[in-house]
């Protein structure tokens, strides 16, 4: 990771801690769709959705 251009500022503690998060994150809004579906959901903003 020494020469990777994020390693004077994330270490790896750091990114497993944001790849949790992440996990998290995409897990909620799964539960979310699941419990209320996407189209109440996610919202359409830069990138269609119409492949979901």
């Not at 020469?3 to 497993?16: C, E, K, Y």
Request: hydrophobic share 40%.
């Amino acid at each position: 990771m020494a020469h990777d251009p994020i390693s004077p500022v994330l270490s790896d503690p750091h990114l497993d801690t944001v790849d949790q998060r992440l996990l998290n994150v995409l897990a909620t809004v799964k539960q979310c769709t699941d419990q209320f579906g996407m189209d109440t959901v996610l919202v359409e903003d830069r990138m269609p959705l119409s492949h979901l």
